[in-house]
Nanobody, 122 residues
Framework: QVQLVESGGGMVQAGGSLKLSCAAS????????MGWFRQAPGKEREFVAT????????YYAASVKGRFTMSRDNAKNTFYLRMNSLKPEDTAVYYC???????????????WGQGTQVTVSS
C-alpha cells in the first residue's frame, strides 16, 4: 500500500510562487502516472496536472497551463508541482495521487495524499 505525503503549501501573494512536493513510501512509483488535483471550498475536486511514469509526458488543466510545472524524481520516489504566477483563484487544498493511467480523472487514481493548503491573497 502506497502512502503519499504532500508538503510545501502555504500562503503567498498573487504573482508569487510555491513548490509542492509529494513523497511516496510503501511502493516504488517509478512506472506509475502521478497527478495533482485541488479542491476549493464549496467546489468539486478538479484536475490540475499529470505526469507519465517515465516523466516524459505531462498534461495540464487549461487554467494552470503555462504557470504550473509538474516533475518527478523517481530515484527519490517524489514528485513536484512548481506553481508560478499564482492567482487568488488557485487557492485550494492540493492533493497528490498515484494512478494506473495517464489520466485527468480522479477515479483513475487509487492512492491519495492528505492534502496541503495553498492560499493566494490578492
Amino acid at each position: 500500500q502506497v502512502q503519499l505525503v504532500e508538503s510545501g503549501g502555504g500562503m503567498v501573494q498573487a504573482g508569487g510562487s510555491l513548490k509542492l512536493s509529494c513523497a511516496a513510501s510503501g511502493r516504488a512509483l517509478g512506472s506509475y502516472p502521478m497527478g495533482w488535483f485541488r479542491q476549493a471550498p464549496g467546489k468539486e475536486r478538479e484536475f490540475v496536472a499529470t505526469i507519465s511514469g517515465s516523466g516524459s509526458s505531462t498534461y495540464y488543466a487549461a487554467s494552470v497551463k503555462g504557470r504550473f510545472t509538474m516533475s518527478r524524481d523517481n530515484a527519490k520516489n517524489t514528485f513536484y508541482l512548481r506553481m508560478n504566477s499564482l492567482k487568488p483563484e488557485d487557492t485550494a487544498v492540493y492533493y497528490c495521487a498515484a494512478g494506473n493511467f495517464f489520466s485527468t480523472t480522479a477515479h483513475d487514481y487509487d492512492a491519495w495524499g492528505q492534502g496541503t493548503q495553498v492560499t493566494v491573497s490578492s
